[in-house]
């Protein structure tokens, strides 16, 4: 997404010293922060609380930030090293409660009882994932990023992340199977789509 | 994962992402409110006490570094009371974006709208040596309405009072703009600015010992911004009441409290013409008790009938007041309407 604001006046006028200038940050990345965090910590209160600490977090963080490269992977970044710090603080186990009013809360597409089925067992199967990995997958699979910014900014090489990733899905691949395989029944083939990446 | 699956799973995540944390969350307040008041004192989560440490002590200099010069909107919105107390409140929105062309910069710092006023402070910067610049902006609505140009301040050099200091050849603004115009009483509005920079300049010579003739000279623009604004709610809204004096009816036909302050239309019946005048004079409209000192703007609105624009801040509008509309013919006795506002 575009931001609607000069950024890099806003970032540059932060470092500067004028901290109303992260006003237009947080209103342009607080949503897609918050989800990142809740993906992570799965909490939605302590989602927020994530998400709060990495925006007041920047001021003294942007000394570290390159001006050449773009913002919002950098700071997704920072938000899930946010969450993983919260969540080895807390050390708290997070239970599936807040799930029922999840599935509720969605849409209804036309496949509605597959596609909760699948959500419901993404969200089982994230939970079975180490803080670690899930962070990799979370920055990976819903923020976009490349494994090569997750690495710069969780502070791992890249060969780490990828494993990571590759351990992760692999976990996941199996975890998931019941549902790729309902899934399929469902879904169209693809002919050829999958030969470059066998489950 | 396959491609097919790894779209699954994707799609997945961002369902249950959004589900979570559906739109609407706003950090904005909270984290405002930690920034003026140091680390959070509770809450589910706190940051390590070193990172508390260091970051009041982070705070308590950028915020210092930020207030020692005073920021530009925090100044310029002391020169009407409703603008201050819309800084005050913290309700304006930073923006912070900058256009440059040929030399001269403006950047859109903060903008606010209410259902009467929308304001939009701006910087201005140009090369040295262009003496006073003026800005000439117009504001429309997403869908190309324009919003009828209300007031106008600004400053430059530097201000005590409002702790203010620009450099040679910069500027602040303050450009307020009809809120009526907007037609939307709440939710957000996406507006589109468009500024000229402009200089005064003599031209030619007095005649007659008159005033020196003034031309303008565009130095700049149009510079475009887009944003979206959040319209803060009234405080009240009156309409439809009316008054009768010596059989000549007034109504006051709107008037609207809000943060920016009072704004009102009231039509008149039979406005006799002033001494002198070739047209109906404006009535003289007068608030008991008194309102703060503020600027007053008054424009026709339809035939016998006036919009008054009064940016007093609401702090100095509660409570009972009479509102007394005296006739251009001279006549003693007023139109009055008693008002109770919250």
Known sequence: MEPDFDERTAIQRLKAGDLMALEPLVRTHQLEAIRTAYLIVRDRALAEDVAQAAFLSLPGRLKAFNFELPFRPWFLRLVARE????????????????????????????????????????????????PERRAAVVLRYYAGLSEAEIAARLRRPLGTVKWQLHAARRQLRR????????????????????????? | MTHRKEKLFREA????????????????????????????????YRPRWVWVVAGLGAVILLATAAYAGGPLADGLLKLAPGWSQVGQAGLTRYYGLGQSRDGWT????????????????????????????????????????????????GARGRSEILRLELKPDESGHVLAFDG??????????VLKLSV?????????????????????????????????????????????????????????ERLVAAPSGLKLRACFEGLADGPGTPRPAIPRLVFDPELPAAPVVVRADGPDCYRWSIPAGLAGLSGRRTIKFFGPDGAAEPWTFDLNLP
């Open chain 1, 83 to 130: 969450a993983l710090k919260a969540l080895g603080r807390r050390r708290r186990e997070l239970s599936l409660d807040g799930l029922d009013g999840v599935l509720a809360a969605l849409p209804d597409p036309e496949d509605a009882a597959a596609r909760a089925e699948l959500r419901a067992e993404v969200w089982a199967a994230l939970e079975r994932l180490s």
């Open chain 1, 175 to 199: 975890l998931l199977e019941g549902v790729w395989a309902g899934s399929s029944q469902r879904q169209p083939q693809i002919v050829g789509g999958d030969a470059h990446d066998p489950p």
């Open chain 2, 196 to 252: 000229r920079l402009a200089r005064l300049e003599p031209e030619g010579f007095p005649g007659g010992g008159g005033p020196t003739p003034m031309r303008e000279r565009e130095l700049a623009g149009p510079f475009w911004f887009e944003f979206r604004v959040p319209v803060a709610p009234a405080r009240a809204e009156v309409r439809g009441k009316e008054a009768a004096v010596g059989g000549r009816k007034a109504r006051l």
């Open chain 2, 180 to 189: 009526w115009d907007l037609g939307q009483a709440s939710g957000d509005v």
């Open chain 2, 106 to 153: 403006v950047r859109l710092e903060r903008a606010y709208a209410d259902p009467n006023q929308v304001l939009v402070v701006l910087w201005a910067g140009g090369p040295a040596g262009f003496g006073v610049l003026d800005v000439r902006g117009e504001l429309f609505t997403a869908d190309g309405r324009p919003l009828r140009p209300e007031l106008g301040a």
């Open chain 2, 13 to 44: 995540l961002t369902e249950l992402a959004e589900a979570g944390v559906p739109v609407g969350a706003d950090l904005w307040p909270r984290v405002q409110t930690r920034l003026k008041s140091g680390p959070a004192k509770a809450g589910a």
